[in-house]
């Protein structure tokens, strides 16, 4: 995103916790995340959790502290929407809006600027930093307020989690069952089982292609935890959430935690007897 934003012109001051980070992605590094807000109209957060926002706003050095008046923070991590709210209010009171906006469509969508993001907060800010998410998405929608963005960044991936699991699981059955993968998934992607995973995944993963560089197996059970929490609070039954948390912490401590969620297909694997949906 930052290459992107950087690619149209915008000049961009960067923090990361890793050395280097900031500048191989084109921003001018500073050495605090409070530096981030010095002369920025406004502030582009994406951070593993709620606990590293938490840190980054309220912590010594962080946002609360140095924003100012007028200026925009948008988080555009997948976060707590309790979290969230709570963050709008410490914010508000500085006279600082805080717009959380999720955004779904992976690294090959923010390498192209088609993202899309869903966003929660005022109709107000959002207008004043439309010009921000226009290098960066496709599709920008106005989710309701605070917290609203967040809470639908978590219903979606907790569909994503769940088909992304159960097509891996039919996978290594088809592989197992002896049936040509390409003509399962040719089927499916014509029947009532079609799903991002089999249009958009799975023809890419039976050739070898994990499509690398996106949201990882550790962060997907984040994910889950989160929405199993969310729902709770909403007072929604969770009935869903036991396959992919079942799938996805099974590739955590198979050794996949830290890669791409789609090998969780891999992990499943792993389960039926060494089972890889590729020869090689």
Known sequence: ??????????????????????????AVPVDSPGAVCAGSECVLLSLPDSKVVESVVFGSGGLLAA?????????????????????????????????????????????KGTLTIMVGGSTAALTGVRWVFE????????MGGSGAGHSTKLLNNFLNAVTLAATAEV???ARKAGLDLAAVLDVINTSSGVNYATTNRFPHII???????????????????????????????????AGPLASFGAACNLGYADQISNRVVDAIGDLAGGIRLTEG
């Open 171 to 173: 996978m290594v059955a």
């Open 1 to 26: 995103m930052t290459r992107r934003l950087t690619g149209a012109g915008i000049t961009v001051a960067g923090y990361d916790v890793r050395d280097g980070q900031a500048a191989a992605a084109g």
């Open 135 to 142: 290098p960066i998405a496709a599709k920008v929608v106005l």
């Open 207 to 241: 050739n070898g292609d994990y499509l690398e560089g996106g949201l990882t197996s550790a962060l997907m059970t984040k994910d889950v935890v989160l929405y199993v929490d969310h729902v709770r609070e909403l007072g929604v039954p969770c009935l869903n959430a």
């Open 67 to 111: 924003a100012s008046p007028g200026q925009v923070i948008i988080d555009l991590s997948t976060a707590a929407p309790a979290s969230t709210r709570s963050i709008h209010a410490a914010l508000a009171e500085r006279g600082v809006e805080y717009l959380d906006a999720g955004i779904s469509g992976g690294a090959a969508a923010a390498a």
